[in-house]
C-alpha cells in the first residue's frame, strides 16, 4: 500500500508532471523586465525621438543592415557550399587552397580583413586608368562594395569549414547506392549530398547568422551608414549618450529574434536527419 501512490505517480503523463512556462522564476524575470522597461521609458530622455530627421534616418540604417545581411549570407553560402565541398571530396590541389582560404579567412579578426580590402583595393583602384573610366567605378568608389566583400569572405570562410564537416557526415553508403542505381554524380550531389548537408548544418547557419548581423556595425567604421552609424550621429547631435545606444540594442535584439525564428520554422520543415 505505500507503494501506491509512487506507483501512481510513475502513471501520471509526462506532460503533466512537466512545470508550466510560468514558473516562480520566469515570473520573477518577467516583472523585473517590465519595471526596468517602465523605468527607461520613463526616466530617460527620449525628446530627440520626436525630431523626424531622425525618423528616416534609423529606417535607413535598419535598412542598411537588413540589406547587407542577407546580400552577405546569401553570398557567403554560395562560395562556402564549394569550399566545403573541396576539403570534403575534392582533390588535393583544390582542398589545399581551400582550407588556406579558411584558415586564413579565421584567423585575423574581420576589422583587420575590412580594412585591408578598403583602404587597400580602394587606394589601388584609383591609379589603375581603366578601372577609373569604366562603368563600374560610380560603385567602386563608395564604400558598400567592400563591407559587402568583406563580410561575404567571412562568413565563407566560417561556413565553408561547418559545410566540410556537413558533406562528411552523410553516410557514404547512401552516395555509393545512388552511384549504383546510375544516378549521374551532379543529380547524386543535387538530391541527396547537398540536402541532407544542409539541413545538418542548419542549427549551426543560423548562429552564425546572428553573429554576422553583430559584425555589421564594423561597416561603420568605413562610412556605411548602418543603425550603429545612424545612433553615433545621434549621440553626436543630441549629447545623449544612453537612449541611443538602448534603441539599438532594442533593434538588433529584434533583428536575432526574427532570425532566430526563422531559422526553428526551417527545422521544423525539414526531414529528420537520417542515421
Not at 526616466?43 to 534609423?58: G, P
Not at 536575432?256 to 536527419?273: C, S, T
Request: aromatic share 10%; hydrophobic share 55%; net charge positive.
Amino acid at each position: 500500500m505505500a507503494d501506491l501512490p509512487v506507483q501512481q505517480a510513475a502513471a501520471q503523463p509526462e506532460a503533466a508532471l512537466t512545470p508550466g512556462f510560468w514558473v516562480p522564476r520566469r515570473i520573477v524575470m518577467a516583472a523585473v523586465a517590465v519595471l526596468l522597461v517602465i523605468w527607461c521609458a520613463t526616466s530617460l530622455n527620449w525628446t530627440w525621438l520626436a525630431s523626424e530627421k531622425y525618423h528616416s534616418l534609423i529606417l535607413r540604417g535598419i535598412w542598411t543592415t537588413c540589406w547587407l545581411l542577407v546580400v552577405t549570407m546569401v553570398l557567403g553560402m554560395l562560395l562556402a557550399i564549394p569550399l566545403g565541398l573541396a576539403q570534403a571530396a575534392g582533390p588535393w590541389w583544390l582542398a589545399m587552397p581551400a582550407r588556406a582560404f579558411c584558415g586564413l579567412v579565421r584567423g585575423t579578426p574581420l576589422l583587420l580583413q575590412l580594412w585591408l580590402l578598403y583602404y587597400g583595393l580602394g587606394s589601388l583602384f584609383p591609379s589603375i586608368p581603366w578601372i577609373r573610366e569604366s562603368d563600374l567605378w560610380p560603385i567602386l568608389r563608395q564604400a558598400w562594395p567592400y563591407a559587402v566583400l568583406a563580410l561575404t569572405l567571412s562568413v565563407a570562410g566560417y561556413e565553408g569549414e561547418v559545410m566540410r564537416g556537413a558533406f562528411k557526415g552523410v553516410p557514404h553508403g547512401q552516395l555509393e547506392a545512388a552511384k549504383a542505381m546510375g544516378m549521374p554524380r551532379f543529380t547524386i550531389f543535387r538530391r541527396i549530398w547537398l540536402p541532407q548537408a544542409i539541413q545538418r548544418v542548419l542549427p549551426t547557419l543560423g548562429g552564425e547568422t546572428v553573429l554576422t548581423l553583430k559584425a555589421t556595425p564594423l561597416v561603420a567604421t568605413i562610412t556605411v551608414v548602418d543603425i550603429y552609424a545612424v545612433s553615433s550621429r545621434i549621440r553626436q547631435d543630441t549629447f545623449v549618450v544612453y537612449e541611443p545606444l538602448l534603441l539599438l540594442a532594442v533593434v538588433y535584439m529584434a533583428i536575432a529574434g526574427l532570425i532566430v525564428l526563422l531559422f526553428r520554422w526551417l527545422e521544423n520543415r525539414v526531414p529528420q536527419k537520417t542515421a
